[in-house]
Nanobody, 118 residues
């Protein structure tokens, strides 16, 4: 079993910054992909950014140059994946979900709400 917990959501003004964090712990293995996804009201969940165990990153076109994903590997069998979000726009408003997956399993966190509004 793997536990995935997000934190750091909140209300921010357009143009502002916010840092989300995701922690995966439990029966993790060191070959994995972790990612951030988001779901806005009335829309499907979409990929924001991913990072794998080698450090390779991938971003949605809508967040390239504004968001940065990173990872801190396996301290005490825990992986932390921050998502730094800059130059936020109202269209970034969504529930942000973190995901851990390896070749066998996929786990989701419960999500954290980000609201970009003046």
């Amino acid at each position: 079993q793997v536990q995935v917990v997000e934190s750091g959501g909140g209300l921010v003004q357009p143009g502002g910054s916010l840092r989300l964090s995701c922690a995966a712990s439990g029966s993790i293995i060191m070959t994995y992909v972790m990612g951030w996804y988001r779901q806005a009201p009335g829309k499907q969940r979409e990929l924001v950014a991913t990072i794998d165990s080698s450090g390779t990153t991938h971003y949605a076109d809508s967040v390239k140059g504004r968001f940065t994903i990173s990872r801190d590997n396996a301290k005490n069998a825990k992986i932390t994946v921050p998502l730094q979000m800059n130059s936020l726009k109202p269209e970034d408003t969504a529930v942000y979900y973190c995901n851990y997956e390896n070749t066998l399993v996929r786990y989701w966190g419960k999500g954290t709400l980000v609201t970009v509004s003046s």
